[in-house]
């Protein structure tokens, strides 16, 4: 998780209160932050925040929630935006390559060095935490006193633009070169891939303020002599950036600065002013959030709790429920249940009544104690058990294992991290062969399993998608092959009771090799697939050993 390292000095000026560190490391935990180290001597605390709370990437973020809870402010912080006259035009051809952008100014900033690092770290953490490390949004700062409006976002060719990047060797570079050549270039090349057009901002005298999501050029330098700013996001995602810039606007305005609103003007589709600082309104359930929490709050002492965590609330004109506006630069209310979080924490964890069940405090689930009783079985069987990401890559997952298949029948992650993670498993067998993989060059024999979910999707349910249990092993040396795997499924099946009711029968499966593989059944259902794996896989994996495997449905034993 990010962390934050926050100066009690500063705290309090943004606070407004004299603050004991003893008391603060207990009032941090309570907001939602974890300690992650506390310096008594120089006065500092060093925290973790979740993600979905990007808004605590800097002590302004925190220094809110605190006044809350110190009941020095309540309800929603209130922002002046002032309406701007620069204006920037969209044009279509980015919708290519970049789609979405928004920008704000700011004006009258006189930054200590404190905040100048803040400024920095916040950066930082929006690019990971909200843009994927710049993917879904890129964030872009300037001097706005050194460019000309209005402004145009486009897209260009390659080589067709050239200008002086920031950090850079002082010479031109067009697109293609920055990238093949600069740094910020090759780390972030990967974004534009396959691209035939790449984003660009231009001012109205044809200068480049940046290339997104890369660098800026270098004309917009901030200096200690800069005092107004040039805010631009751009992205794949127009709620992602949207809230990026929210969150940087606000915490600007909590340094002393003035927030002015640009016109954004999309040739297809509407115009925008942004930064748009307008809460969002929600109706929940006092009902709902009271049974959740195990409370019996009124409505007035509810209004008060999110009150206390910055939230307005006010009585719905439907009986028994509240309307709930949520601050523009909080981006983690996605479902009702949301809510109940946010009263616990403004009525205070601490203060919730503490019931224990009758007979102890929790028993394993039933799943979870008929999947510990297998790993004994294979433990007992002389097999080491690995844990593996239920994320996987979809060419090793299906191209390594020589099985063909459409991306309509997978789960894809719509934008995951890495290409190393952009679906889920559907089996845990490649996810043991990748095992092998990275530690073929161990002391052989290897033999290891592994029992845990995959997903399938499956329309009738409700997420689209249903989860099951299942156990895989390999086997891996030069002597592996079926008797050895098939002495080992007796030996499950025989240990849970089943010997007499399954079967194996010979199947084609184009991972294994044709003749040495086998479908199991138990009373006549098919439960899982056995065999000696094929040679073209083991060469996608860079194996030199032959390999047996097994790989059971432990739903049906459920």
Same mark, same amino acid.
């Given at each position: 998780?990010?962390t934050?390292?926050?100066?009690?000095?500063?705290?309090?000026?943004l606070v407004?209160?004299?603050?004991?560190?003893?008391d603060?490391?207990?009032?941090?935990?309570?907001?939602?932050l974890?300690?992650?180290?506390v310096?008594?001597?120089e006065?500092?605390?060093?925290?973790?925040?979740n993600?979905?709370?990007?808004?605590?990437s800097?002590?302004e973020?925190?220094?809110?929630?605190?006044?809350?809870y110190?009941e020095?402010?309540?309800?929603?912080?209130?922002?002046?935006?002032?309406?701007?006259?620069?204006?920037?035009?969209?044009?279509?051809?980015v919708?290519?390559v970049?789609?979405?952008?928004v920008?704000?100014?700011?004006?009258?900033?006189?930054?200590?060095e404190?905040?100048?690092?803040?400024?920095m770290t916040?950066?930082?953490?929006?690019?990971w935490a909200?843009?994927?490390?710049r993917?879904?949004v890129?964030?872009?700062?300037?001097d706005?006193?050194?460019?000309v409006?209005?402004?145009?976002?486009?897209a260009?060719?390659p080589?067709?633009? /050239?200008?002086?990047?920031?950090?850079?060797d002082?010479?031109?570079?067009?697109?293609?070169?920055?990238?093949?050549?600069?740094?910020?270039?090759? &780390?972030?090349a990967?974004?534009?891939?396959?691209k035939?057009?790449?984003?660009?901002?231009?001012?109205?005298n044809?200068?480049?303020?940046?290339?997104p999501?890369?660098?800026?050029?270098?004309?917009?330098?901030?200096?200690?002599?800069?005092?107004?700013?040039?805010?631009?996001l751009?992205g794949?995602d127009?709620?992602a950036i949207n809230?990026?810039?929210n969150i940087l606007?606000t915490?600007?305005a909590?340094?002393?600065?003035?927030?002015?609103?640009?016109?954004?003007?999309y040739?297809?589709?509407e *115009?925008?002013?942004t930064?748009n600082?307008t809460?969002?309104?929600?109706?929940?359930g006092?009902?709902?959030?009271?049974?959740y929490?195990?409370l019996?709050?009124?409505?007035?002492?509810?209004?008060?709790c999110f009150?206390?965590?910055?939230?307005?609330?006010?009585?719905?004109?439907?009986?028994?429920?509240?309307n709930?506006w949520?601050?523009?630069?909080?981006?983690?209310?996605?479902h009702?249940?949301?809510?109940?979080e946010?009263?616990a924490?403004?009525?205070g964890?601490?203060?919730?009544?503490r019931?224990i069940?009758e007979?102890?405090?929790?028993e394993?689930?039933?799943?979870?104690?008929? /999947?510990?009783k297998?790993r004994?079985?294979?433990?007992?069987?002389?097999?080491? &058990?690995?844990? *593996?990401?239920?994320?996987?890559?979809?060419?090793?997952?299906?191209?390594?294992?020589?099985?063909?298949?459409?991306?309509?029948?997978?789960v894809?992650?719509l *934008?995951?991290?890495?290409?190393?993670?952009?679906?889920t498993?559907? /089996?845990?067998?490649p996810?043991?062969m990748?095992?092998l993989?990275?530690?073929r060059?161990?002391?052989k024999?290897?033999?290891?399993?592994?029992?845990?979910?995959?997903?399938l999707?499956?329309?009738?349910?409700?997420?689209?998608?249903?989860r099951?249990?299942?156990?895989?092993a390999?086997?891996?040396?030069?002597?592996? *092959?079926?008797?050895?795997?098939r002495?080992?499924?007796?030996?499950i099946m025989t240990?849970?009771?089943?010997?007499?009711?399954? &079967?194996?029968?010979?199947?084609?499966?184009?991972?294994?090799? /044709?003749?040495?593989?086998?479908g199991?059944?138990?009373?006549?259902k098919?439960?899982?697939?056995?065999?000696?794996?094929?040679?073209?896989?083991l060469?996608?994996?860079k194996?030199?050993?032959?390999?047996?495997?097994?790989?059971?449905?432990?739903?049906?034993?459920f």
């Amino acid at each position: 998780m990010p962390t934050l390292e926050l100066k009690i000095e500063r705290l309090e000026k943004l606070v407004g209160k004299k603050l004991d560190i003893k008391d603060l490391e207990y009032d941090l935990q309570w907001i939602g932050l974890d300690l992650e180290d506390v310096n008594e001597e120089e006065q500092k605390i060093k925290v973790e925040y979740n993600p979905n709370r990007p808004d605590f990437s800097s002590p302004e973020g925190i220094a809110r929630a605190l006044k809350g809870y110190y009941e020095i402010e309540l309800g929603l912080p209130s922002f002046e935006i002032s309406p701007g006259e620069i204006v920037l035009n969209v044009d279509p051809s980015v919708n290519k390559v970049r789609p979405y952008i928004v920008c704000g100014i700011v004006r009258d900033i006189d930054l200590d060095e404190d905040e100048v690092a803040t400024l920095m770290t916040i950066q930082e953490h929006l690019h990971w935490a909200v843009g994927r490390d710049r993917k879904k949004v890129a964030i872009g700062v300037h001097d706005l006193d050194k460019i000309v409006p209005p402004y145009r976002y486009t897209a260009v060719k390659p080589d067709s633009v /050239s200008f002086i990047p920031l950090h850079g060797d002082g010479y031109p570079m067009n697109l293609e070169e920055i990238l093949l050549l600069h740094e910020k270039g090759i &780390e972030y090349a990967h974004i534009l891939e396959g691209k035939e057009v790449y984003p660009i901002i231009f001012d109205s005298n044809e200068e480049v303020l940046s290339f997104p999501p890369v660098i800026n050029g270098i004309i917009t330098t901030v200096t200690d002599d800069t005092k107004n700013l040039f805010l631009d996001l751009t992205g794949t995602d127009f709620k992602a950036i949207n809230l990026a810039l929210n969150i940087l606007a606000t915490t600007l305005a909590d340094m002393g600065a003035k927030i002015e609103s640009v016109k954004v003007n999309y040739e297809e589709g509407e *115009n925008l002013i942004t930064p748009n600082l307008t809460p969002e309104r929600w109706e929940v359930g006092i009902k709902y959030i009271n049974d959740y929490i195990g409370l019996n709050l009124s409505s007035k002492e509810m209004i008060k709790c999110f009150n206390k965590v910055r939230l307005d609330a006010k009585q719905s004109s439907k009986k028994d429920y509240l309307n709930v506006w949520v601050p523009a630069f909080r981006g983690d209310f996605m479902h009702i249940v949301d809510f109940t979080e946010e009263c616990a924490i403004g009525f205070g964890y601490d203060k919730l009544p503490r019931t224990i069940r009758e007979g102890g405090i929790g028993e394993y689930h039933t799943i979870q104690s008929y /999947s510990n009783k297998i790993r004994r079985i294979m433990i007992g069987a002389g097999y080491l &058990e690995v844990l *593996n990401f239920i994320l996987s890559n979809s060419e090793r997952h299906y191209d390594y294992m020589n099985i063909k298949y459409e991306k309509s029948n997978q789960v894809e992650i719509l *934008n995951p991290v890495s290409k190393e993670y952009n679906t889920t498993r559907t /089996s845990i067998l490649p996810k043991l062969m990748e095992t092998l993989l990275n530690n073929r060059s161990e002391e052989k024999p290897l033999r290891i399993f592994e029992v845990g979910d995959i997903i399938l999707l499956n329309a009738r349910e409700e997420t689209g998608a249903k989860r099951e249990v299942h156990l895989s092993a390999v086997a891996y040396h030069e002597n592996a *092959n079926f008797t050895e795997i098939r002495s080992l499924s007796d030996f499950i099946m025989t240990s849970l009771g089943c010997y007499n009711d399954y &079967e194996i029968k010979p199947e084609e499966n184009s991972t294994y090799i /044709s003749g040495r593989y086998g479908g199991i059944y138990l009373k006549g259902k098919k439960i899982g697939e056995i065999g000696e794996i094929h040679p073209e896989v083991l060469l996608n994996f860079k194996l030199e050993f032959p390999v047996s495997a097994i790989e059971l449905n432990l739903q049906t034993f459920f």
